[in-house]
């Protein structure tokens, strides 16, 4: 029995609604028990819970919350009991969608009281799919007609947006589905990442990656789009074909395990399955450790520009350069980089920068 739990989120005009229809459609047809946990916020204001009936933002937020995880928690219930191999539970909006209405006073004190982390509420999600709103990209489509809740101009829908992306960067499966094709296209390209993350597509992961000088850590930490997080992976005894890793995930004190397996297929791009790990099964498969590589530990900055998701990857080893990777839908996607980031060459199709070649040299080696 297969559940997976994913969140639907984006900027206003975003094509959201439509695009639970469509999971709900095409998903189906491949098999799967399609469950859509219901927008929370329009059916507390629908029902006369408003922050603006509440006895302040701070309660409101709370009740929202505390709801969401109430509701999420109880599909996850039922889907359990159902007799059914595959089930896709899609939340419309999570826990961390919230976070852009409060202030981080209002958000510490909320996350506080429900006695969750930051990471716990983000990276409770098995993938994140954001539609960009049309505000951005496709500006002569956004429309304030489609949903009587809707009041920000173009311009207030692109800095919400934005402000959407920030909440769940540093999630490790956010996904940044924009404007550059037409409505059904950008439907088309939602539904592919989908079946990528579910496997029922060969689960292609196209990647480019970048050897760049030492970025300016105070920059990063700056930036209200850029979360780090703390990595150490090690790879297990393998194939040669094939990378087999184990990784343990922590952001502030929340750490989550995963099991990746990777097979090459070409210089840009690789097929990979990814699981979570319990703290036991990490622990297990330790046992099973490639004594001829060593442990690899990384800072790793996760941060959005120009809707492409950037990972920065900080080595301890390394004093004057970095690692910057994009993952791409397509081989051909244009990348952009921040112009911060001094770059020194591509190197994705350089196989001595790759996580499991560096785990392989002595440790300090940077060539």
Known sequence: MSISKIVVTGGPCGGKTTALSRIQRDLS????????????????????????????????????MQLQLQKEEIFERAAASMPRDKILIVCDRGAMDNRVYMDDEEFASTIDWLGKSKAELRDGYDAVFHLVTAAKGAEEFYSLEN????????????????????????????????????????????IREITYFLGELA???????????????????????????????HYLRSEPSEEIRIRRRTSGETSLYYLTQKNIVGQRRSMRTQRRLT????????TQIDPQRRAIHKTRYCLTYENQ???????PCWSDQAIVEIELS????????????????EITD????????????????TH
Not at 209 to 228: Q, T
């Open 203 to 233: 689960p292609y992961e196209i990647e480019r990656k970048f050897l760049v000088r030492y970025p300016n850590i105070d920059w990063l930490e700056s930036l209200p789009n850029c979360e780090h997080v703390e990595i150490v992976q």
């Open 29 to 64: 047809h491949l098999g799967y028990t399609v469950l859509i946990v219901p927008e929370t916020a329009t059916s507390l204001i629908s029902g006369g819970v408003a922050p603006w009936t509440c006895g302040s933002n701070l309660e409101y937020q709370k009740c929202q």
């Open 279 to 286: 703290k036991g099964e990490y622990h297990m498969m330790a």
């Open 147 to 190: 949903n009587s809740a809707r009041t920000e101009s173009a311009e207030e829908a692109a800095r919400m947006d934005e402000r959407f992306i920030a909440a769940w960067t540093g999630h490790p499966h956010l996904r940044i589905i924009d404007n550059s094709c037409d409505f059904e296209g950008k439907m088309r390209n939602l």
């Open 309 to 315: 998701y950037l990972e920065i990857d900080v080595y």
């Open 330 to 345: 397509q081989e051909d996607a244009p990348v952009a980089l921040p112009p911060e980031l001094s770059v020194i060459r």
């Open 350 to 365: 350089d196989p001595r920068y790759r996580n499991a070649a560096i785990a392989a040299r002595p440790a300090g080696a």
